[in-house]
């Protein structure tokens, strides 16, 4: 079976505010469940994500946590709008800079591997 290189993708956890830990999981799959709960196509994500990071990222950080948790058989977290309000309890900008970081696609993350934390 030939290995194909999948540049999009990520792993990452995250800490809310008030100390769950989460497990994150971008990835084509993880992008796709994200459009399709904000109903937008692949190619209007990016400008979506321009002008509303605020809005997009507790999607795709919930969409990340699903997509974990399906891989993984663990019980599937369903309240977006709770998971949002965790959202709103974590630093913003450390939030970008992981997600960035777990994607790494300008270095070519070839084999999804954890970016080393940075501080």
């Not at 949002?84 to 790494?104: K, R, S, Y």
Request: aromatic share 6%.
């Amino acid at each position: 079976m030939k290995k194909i290189n999948n540049t999009l993708r990520g792993e990452i956890q995250i800490e809310d505010g008030v100390g769950n830990t989460w497990n994150v999981l971008l990835n084509t799959n993880a992008l796709r469940m994200t459009c399709e709960s904000l109903s937008v196509e692949l190619g209007e994500f990016l400008e979506t994500f321009d002008k509303n990071a605020v809005s997009v990222i507790p999607h795709l950080l919930f969409n990340g946590v699903r997509n974990y948790q399906i891989l993984h058989r663990e019980d599937l977290i369903d309240d977006f709008d709770h998971f949002a309000a965790l959202c709103g309890t974590m630093e913003f900008t450390e939030i970008v800079d992981q997600i960035g970081n777990a994607l790494i696609l300008d270095s070519g993350n070839v084999d999804g591997v954890k970016a080393p934390k940075t501080k």
